[in-house]
């Protein structure tokens, strides 16, 4: 069954989506996936304000002149005003931003948790469509059932991630949040099987490649998903080639 239908409604017009996060690692598979799928309108990018920021657009996106006139805009999730210009006349947005390694609990709850906040707040003030056709898809992180996570499981940060969870749950706005098993899985697109769960119930055979989440976050992006947080991980069955199926398979069996 297609997603759509369990959703109920069919898309008026191509999702128009900022993936934030852009030149990071999943970020930037994220946008090329867009990018190439012609389900999507338009797709811009926004990428941390650095000094190497304009230089790191040309080199991992491929853009020439990498401004606004190209859908690629610069600024901070965790300061409201610059997500303004970025977030007009967009109705969806993929979050692909975290918290570099080695950062303090105060960096991790400003970018993880408040970030969230603030690009939902951008997405909802930009008016460029109803509230009903708003979406919002989280990269977020398996391991949040657990109160006192282990370092090598990601430690503090996964309270910050799941109170974002929690904010973008109780929005209003329609939401997709992808919780990886562990990202850097080593091995070629679809060369996996793809198996999705709930509560940190997945068996562990290994890390999910960063394609593979920017691949299932872009269809959730092109169906204009939404009602579902689920774990995914890599298993040990045949490839997964349907990521609709895949998204059907990881709502509730009463949804």
């Not at 959703?7 to 990071?24: E, K």
């Not at 690692?25 to 012609?38: I, M, N, V």
Request: proline share 7%.
């Amino acid at each position: 069954m297609h997603l759509f239908g369990f959703l109920g409604q069919l898309p008026l017009t191509p999702p128009s989506v900022i993936v934030t996060g852009a030149t990071g690692g999943t970020g930037s598979l994220l946008y090329k996936q867009l990018k190439a799928d012609p389900r999507v309108g338009m797709v811009r990018a926004f990428i941390y304000n650095t000094s190497t920021a304009h230089e790191d657009a040309q080199k991992i996106l491929n853009c020439t002149i990498c401004d606004a006139s190209e859908g690629i805009y610069y600024g901070d999730v965790t300061v409201p005003a610059t997500l303004t210009p970025a977030f007009a006349g967009v109705d969806t947005v993929a979050i692909a931003v975290g918290a570099p390694g080695g950062s303090d609990e105060d960096e991790q709850k400003a970018i993880e948790f408040i970030g969230v906040e603030n690009q939902v707040k951008a997405l909802v003030a930009s008016g460029s469509s109803p509230m009903s056709e708003k979406r919002v898809v989280l990269c977020s992180s398996m391991g949040t059932t657990d109160p006192n996570p282990k370092p090598f499981m990601g430690g503090p940060i996964l309270f910050w991630k799941l109170n974002a969870e929690a904010f973008l749950m109780s929005s209003g706005i329609g939401n997709v949040i992808v919780k990886p098993c562990g990202i850097e899985g080593k091995y070629g697109p679809g060369e996996k099987e793809l198996i999705v769960g709930h509560d940190d119930t997945l068996p562990h055979y290994g890390a999910i490649s960063r394609l593979d989440v920017a691949r299932v976050m872009a269809e959730a992006v092109a169906e204009r998903a939404s009602g579902l947080r689920f774990d995914i991980c890599i298993g040990k069955g045949e490839p997964t080639t349907d990521l609709s199926a895949l998204l059907v398979a990881a709502r509730w069996p009463w949804q």
